[in-house]
């Protein structure tokens, strides 16, 4: 790898003796720019930080200061790799204009895709425990680092907003996608109800299955990552988000339609793992919550795809240009599938 411009400063801020040839991209997040440090028997992960998407870095920070000092690490089953504060005591270092941070690396296995309900368990119970971790400390003591970020209604109308500016004709493929999802207020509505019902607690809002590091053997999960959406949010958010990428047939970038189907074994052992962990502590109707949390998210995600494919592509990374088109044909196979269940 060529020399790469943040190697001396972060060398400083983090007293540290990298080499280039010890960095490599690593992971793959839609969001930052990871890599991963190996030093033989030392390792880190190092991120560049996406600031068109998280506008208030500040916040992240003061967010990860809560779980820093409110949260007991070694209570937890699993590891929570917050940012290693630099010499100067902040979690994120400035190198050129461009934020940086340093996190202790966890071995393991990150997925795409879960090979069993008992995986599709442990993954819940990890992230049903994270939000027990957390229920102690008040939902209003966290920032929001992405505003309304899990906000349907919003994210409604930024699609809306998005088909009125759009430079793309709106025909064909895409003209039926847009009419599919214009009709799920369905869902926006039900996401007002359960908003006046539910209480707000810290989430991790981004449980999708690839934020979590197993084990190598798969007995245990080894950590919970990705945790700049920790924030206020519902129970069901976190549910939904596993049950979108863990109780499908089908990854959510897959183009074979005809397999994008529920795994209801999968779905089942999901409810388990909140069950076991949320028993007595989550409330009857956050309970009840939960499969609305499915659709909920499946939708969302549909909404904010086919956004950024309307928008130019300006969100999420993409492969080809039709990407983000395809993730949301894919929601909307996976919504409707939820929908009949
Ligand atoms: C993004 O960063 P990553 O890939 O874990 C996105 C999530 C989406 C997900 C869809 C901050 O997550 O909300 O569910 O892509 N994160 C942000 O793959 O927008
Ligand atoms: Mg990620």
């Given at each position: 790898m060529q020399k790469l411009f943040w190697i001396d400063p972060i060398n400083q801020l983090y007293q540290l003796q990298i080499q280039a040839e010890q960095v490599r991209p690593f992971g793959d997040g839609h969001i930052h720019k990871t890599y991963l440090i190996d030093r033989g028997n030392e390792k880190w992960i190092l991120q560049q930080f996406n600031q068109q998407v998280f506008k208030y870095p500040e916040r992240i920070s003061?967010?990860?200061?809560?779980?820093?000092?409110?949260?007991?690490?070694?209570?937890?089953?699993?590891?929570?790799p917050l940012p290693i504060p630099n010499l100067q005591g902040a979690l994120f270092s400035l190198v050129d204009g461009y934020y940086f941070r340093l996190s202790p690396f966890v071995a393991g296995k990150c997925v795409n895709e879960v090979a069993s309900p008992h995986q599709a368990y442990l993954a819940a119970k990890a992230f049903a425990e994270f939000i027990l971790a957390g229920i102690h400390i008040p939902a209003s003591s966290f920032q929001e680092s992405i505003p309304g970020f899990h906000d349907l209604e919003l994210r409604y109308q930024q699609l809306n907003q998005a088909l009125h500016a759009t430079d793309r004709k709106v025909e064909g493929e895409l003209e039926a996608l847009v009419g599919f999802y214009l009709h799920q207020r369905k869902l926006v509505e039900e996401y007002n109800f359960w908003k006046q019902r539910l209480p707000l607690r810290m989430t991790h809002s981004d449980t999708k299955i690839?934020?979590?590091?197993?084990?190598?053997?798969?007995?245990?999960?080894?950590?919970?990552?990705?945790?700049?959406?920790?924030?206020?949010?519902?129970v069901y958010y976190d549910f939904g988000d596993l049950v979108r990428t863990v109780a499908c047939t089908e990854g959510e970038s897959s183009q074979n339609w005809e397999n994008i189907k529920v795994d209801k074994a999968k779905y089942e052992a999901l409810l388990q793992g909140f069950r076991e962990v949320g028993e007595g502590i989550f409330t009857e109707e956050e309970m009840q919550s939960l499969p609305f949390g499915g659709?909920?998210?499946?939708?969302?995600?549909?909404f904010r795809f086919l956004a950024d494919y309307l928008?130019?592509?300006?969100?999420?990374?993409?492969?080809?240009?039709?990407?983000?088109?395809?993730?949301?044909?894919?929601?909307?196979?996976?919504?409707?599938?939820?929908?009949?269940?």
């Amino acid at each position: 790898m060529q020399k790469l411009f943040w190697i001396d400063p972060i060398n400083q801020l983090y007293q540290l003796q990298i080499q280039a040839e010890q960095v490599r991209p690593f992971g793959d997040g839609h969001i930052h720019k990871t890599y991963l440090i190996d030093r033989g028997n030392e390792k880190w992960i190092l991120q560049q930080f996406n600031q068109q998407v998280f506008k208030y870095p500040e916040r992240i920070s003061h967010n990860h200061k809560i779980l820093l000092d409110q949260i007991k690490q070694e209570a937890l089953p699993f590891k929570l790799p917050l940012p290693i504060p630099n010499l100067q005591g902040a979690l994120f270092s400035l190198v050129d204009g461009y934020y940086f941070r340093l996190s202790p690396f966890v071995a393991g296995k990150c997925v795409n895709e879960v090979a069993s309900p008992h995986q599709a368990y442990l993954a819940a119970k990890a992230f049903a425990e994270f939000i027990l971790a957390g229920i102690h400390i008040p939902a209003s003591s966290f920032q929001e680092s992405i505003p309304g970020f899990h906000d349907l209604e919003l994210r409604y109308q930024q699609l809306n907003q998005a088909l009125h500016a759009t430079d793309r004709k709106v025909e064909g493929e895409l003209e039926a996608l847009v009419g599919f999802y214009l009709h799920q207020r369905k869902l926006v509505e039900e996401y007002n109800f359960w908003k006046q019902r539910l209480p707000l607690r810290m989430t991790h809002s981004d449980t999708k299955i690839n934020n979590l590091i197993y084990a190598n053997d798969f007995s245990k999960v080894n950590a919970v990552i990705d945790l700049d959406t920790i924030m206020a949010g519902y129970v069901y958010y976190d549910f939904g988000d596993l049950v979108r990428t863990v109780a499908c047939t089908e990854g959510e970038s897959s183009q074979n339609w005809e397999n994008i189907k529920v795994d209801k074994a999968k779905y089942e052992a999901l409810l388990q793992g909140f069950r076991e962990v949320g028993e007595g502590i989550f409330t009857e109707e956050e309970m009840q919550s939960l499969p609305f949390g499915g659709q909920m998210m499946t939708c969302i995600m549909g909404f904010r795809f086919l956004a950024d494919y309307l928008n130019g592509n300006v969100y999420y990374t993409i492969h080809y240009e039709k990407q983000n088109l395809h993730r949301a044909k894919n929601q909307m196979v996976l919504l409707k599938a939820l929908q009949d269940m």
